[in-house]
């Protein structure tokens, strides 16, 4: 009971308002106390000017009353304070919308900090103490707060569900048990409890140990992830270790045949020079010797030619005999190196399966097709979606020919849908080796490969075919060709036709675009690594029904 009048006393003196011991408090004509702050406060912020009423009875006042200090009040607060009355319960401790309220607390309810079962009601700390002291309240059942207890009440008999009908499978009172269920099968709520209780443990059991078989089996992927990250790290740095041999064996294999090759040369050379300084010297004493008998064949004086004639007629022995032996060729080097070569290749090229791993694509790049004929080995029918086609582009012939209009086709809406320039992408992904030919009609037209994820939605310019990373494109246009990647333009020199032919490798990022008439000639090729599927993709760009079309190979 002393606690209770505490309890009282603290809420006596507390400010309605501020919900906090009165300070300089003051009070007003229908005998409601505030703190002298808070009322002011309250009636400066009003918008009922010159009314002012109590925030506690709305009792009305007109003029605004004259606010004077309560002495006695004041005094009586600061007394009370001194033997030991503190302040109102914090904020926090009061209980709010979604909190469970105390059933006893009278005014503001302070929040429940246990519920019974019994009683079915919920008490704050200070009402609940009877619960823990009285004996009469030992057996009731205390829970965390709830705000469930009303469902714990027959609806039909207000009274405490303590049953449980097994027929019908419900909670139940005792007057339900021999009245709407009677007869059926009925235990206490608590012994239905029990059973349930064993249910759920059993199934928490199943639960642990699946967590447990399941945790054990994550353990196991994360041994194998590390096994085959470590596997993977050292195929790697071995690989490399032995192609870096290999790189090296070749190399110092290829100096060694050039300072072999360099060595004979200059062997060669000198032979070849010294025979060629001895003819030389004799061409010199051949002129030499003709000059002198020239001379002498035109001198007049007789006697003098015929004293001179025997000495100079005389000639030294020819060198005309010096046989010119075939010299050293290096062919049979260069035979030799391809014979090595084609060796090595074919040895990767019908070996390399030995190297290869399972499920992984360590493929090395095939030779390119030459001819058209093997170029059709590899066709494809492309067929063009109509979900990404821009509003402009009329589709035709099975979605293989693509029409640039004046007028907006009736397109639904679709996210794919190109909106920012009349472009349009192919229904499928291009994988492996693909090879297709696009005929045009009109003056220009972008043959081009994208990624699927290429801008769609109005914007600047690179979300055209060419002008971004995400696609390649072959300009097509009256006077020749250009090939655009990424905003770049290059310049491609071929004969004008009005087929090209595109030519797929994606594994082995081969890209290869080709003029297609009588002869097959490449424009341009693409050697890059392609990381995400590719689509085919055409974009016209000149009205009056300039059009592209796929063609059917056979």
Same mark, same amino acid.
């Given at each position: 009971?002393?606690?209770?009048?505490?309890?009282?006393?603290?809420?006596?003196?507390? /400010?309605?308002?501020?919900?906090?011991?009165?300070?300089?408090?003051?009070?007003?004509?229908?005998?409601?106390?505030?703190?002298?702050?808070? @009322?002011?406060? &309250?009636?400066?912020?009003?918008?009922?000017?010159?009314?002012?009423?109590?925030?506690?009875?709305?009792?009305?006042?007109?003029? +605004?009353?004259?606010?004077?200090?309560?002495?006695?009040?004041?005094?009586? %607060?600061?007394?009370?304070?001194?033997?030991?009355?503190?302040?109102?319960?914090?904020?926090? /401790?009061?209980?709010?919308?979604?909190?469970?309220?105390?059933?006893?607390?009278?005014?503001?309810?302070?929040?429940?900090?246990?519920?019974?079962?019994?009683?079915?009601?919920?008490?704050?700390?200070?009402?609940?103490?009877?619960?823990?002291?009285?004996?009469?309240?030992?057996?009731?059942?205390?829970?965390?707060?709830?705000?469930?207890?009303?469902?714990?009440?027959? $609806?039909?008999?207000?009274?405490?569900?303590?049953?449980?009908?097994?027929?019908?499978?419900?909670?139940?009172?005792?007057?339900?048990?021999?009245?709407?269920? #009677?007869?059926?099968?009925?235990?206490?709520?608590?012994?239905?409890?029990?059973?349930?209780?064993?249910?759920?443990?059993?199934?928490?059991?199943? @639960?642990?140990?699946?967590?447990?078989?399941?945790?054990?089996?994550?353990?196991?992927?994360?041994?194998?992830?590390e096994a085959i990250n470590h596997s993977a790290d050292k195929a790697v740095k071995d690989s490399e270790k032995m192609f870096t041999e290999m790189i090296?064996?070749?190399?110092?294999?290829?100096?060694? %045949? #050039?300072?072999?090759?360099?060595?004979?040369?200059?062997?060669?050379?000198?032979?070849?020079?010294?025979?060629?300084?001895?003819?030389?010297?004799? !061409?010199?004493?051949?002129?030499? #010797?003709?000059?002198?008998?020239?001379?002498?064949?035109?001198?007049?004086?007789?006697?003098?030619?015929? &004293?001179?004639?025997?000495?100079?007629?005389?000639?030294?022995?020819?060198?005309?005999?010096?046989?010119?032996?075939?010299?050293?060729?290096?062919?049979?080097?260069?035979?030799?190196?391809?014979? %090595?070569?084609?060796?090595?290749?074919?040895?990767?090229?019908?070996? *390399?399966?030995?190297?290869?791993?399972?499920?992984?694509?360590?493929?090395?790049?095939?030779?390119?097709?030459?001819?058209?004929?093997?170029?059709?080995?590899?066709?494809?029918?492309?067929i063009l979606d109509p979900n990404t086609a821009h509003r402009l582009l009329l589709l035709s012939e099975g979605n293989r020919k693509v029409t640039l209009?004046?007028?907006?086709?009736?397109? $639904? &809406?679709?996210?794919?849908?190109?909106?920012?320039?009349?472009?349009?992408?192919?229904?499928?992904?291009?994988?492996?080796?693909?090879? *297709?030919?696009?005929? +045009?009609?009109?003056?220009?037209?972008?043959?081009?490969? $994208?990624?699927?994820? !290429?801008?769609?939605?109005?914007?600047?310019?690179? $979300?055209?075919?060419?002008?971004?990373?995400?696609? *390649?494109?072959?300009?097509?246009?009256?006077?020749?060709?250009?090939?655009?990647?990424?905003?770049?333009?290059?310049?491609?020199?071929?004969?004008?036709?009005?087929?090209?032919?595109?030519?797929?490798?994606?594994?082995?990022?081969?890209?290869?675009?080709?003029?297609?008439?009588?002869?097959?000639?490449?424009?341009?090729?693409?050697?890059?690594?392609?990381?995400?599927?590719?689509?085919?993709?055409?974009?016209?760009?000149?009205?009056?029904?300039?059009?592209?079309?796929?063609?059917?190979?056979?």
């Amino acid at each position: 009971m002393a606690q209770k009048g505490v309890q009282l006393n603290r809420e006596t003196f507390c /400010c309605s308002i501020c919900l906090d011991l009165l300070k300089d408090p003051v009070t007003i004509p229908c005998g409601h106390s505030y703190c002298m702050d808070c @009322i002011k406060g &309250h009636w400066d912020g009003g918008d009922q000017k010159p009314v002012y009423s109590c925030p506690q009875c709305r009792k009305t006042f007109r003029p +605004r009353p004259v606010l004077l200090k309560s002495t006695m009040l004041a005094e009586l %607060v600061e007394e009370l304070k001194k033997t030991g009355l503190q302040a109102a319960p914090a904020a926090h /401790c009061y209980a709010g919308p979604e909190d469970v309220a105390c059933d006893f607390c009278s005014g503001r309810k302070l929040k429940a900090f246990k519920s019974c079962l019994q009683c079915l009601a919920s008490y704050c700390e200070e009402h609940l103490q009877p619960h823990y002291e009285s004996p009469t309240f030992k057996k009731h059942k205390l829970v965390e707060p709830s705000k469930k207890l009303q469902e714990n009440i027959c $609806s039909r008999h207000d009274e405490v569900m303590k049953m449980f009908c097994l027929t019908d499978r419900q909670s139940i009172c005792y007057l339900c048990s021999v009245e709407e269920h #009677k007869g059926h099968d009925t235990v206490s709520a608590a012994a239905e409890r029990s059973e349930r209780q064993k249910e759920l443990e059993v199934i928490r059991l199943n @639960i642990q140990q699946r967590i447990q078989d399941r945790e054990k089996d994550v353990k196991l992927l994360q041994q194998e992830l590390e096994a085959i990250n470590h596997s993977a790290d050292k195929a790697v740095k071995d690989s490399e270790k032995m192609f870096t041999e290999m790189i090296r064996l070749m190399e110092k294999r290829s100096s060694e %045949v #050039k300072q072999q090759v360099r060595s004979q040369q200059e062997t060669e050379v000198t032979g070849v020079k010294e025979v060629e300084e001895k003819l030389q010297q004799e !061409i010199r004493e051949l002129k030499r #010797k003709d000059a002198e008998l020239k001379k002498l064949s035109h001198t007049e004086d007789h006697n003098q030619f015929l &004293h001179s004639y025997p000495s100079l007629s005389a000639l030294s022995p020819s060198t005309s005999s010096i046989q010119i032996r075939p010299r050293c060729r290096f062919d049979h080097v260069t035979a030799a190196v391809s014979r %090595v070569r084609d060796i090595l290749q074919d040895v990767l090229r019908d070996k *390399w399966t030995d190297v290869s791993l399972t499920e992984v694509d360590v493929s090395l790049p095939t030779a390119e097709p030459k001819t058209r004929a093997e170029f059709l080995q590899y066709s494809c029918e492309i067929i063009l979606d109509p979900n990404t086609a821009h509003r402009l582009l009329l589709l035709s012939e099975g979605n293989r020919k693509v029409t640039l209009t004046s007028q907006q086709q009736s397109y $639904s &809406h679709h996210p794919d849908r190109f909106t920012a320039w009349p472009q349009v992408l192919s229904r499928e992904s291009l994988n492996g080796r693909c090879y *297709w030919e696009v005929e +045009r009609r009109g003056r220009g037209v972008y043959v081009a490969v $994208s990624y699927n994820d !290429i801008r769609r939605a109005e914007g600047p310019e690179d $979300s055209s075919f060419g002008y971004n990373n995400k696609s *390649w494109a072959l300009n097509c246009y009256k006077c020749g060709y250009s090939f655009l990647y990424n905003k770049v333009e290059t310049r491609v020199s071929g004969p004008r036709s009005t087929r090209v032919g595109v030519y797929l490798d994606h594994s082995a990022g081969i890209l290869s675009f080709y003029s297609v008439s009588e002869n097959m000639t490449l424009l341009h090729r693409v050697q890059t690594t392609f990381t995400q599927p590719l689509y085919a993709g055409i974009r016209p760009y000149h009205f009056d029904g300039h059009s592209a079309e796929f063609c059917e190979l056979k």
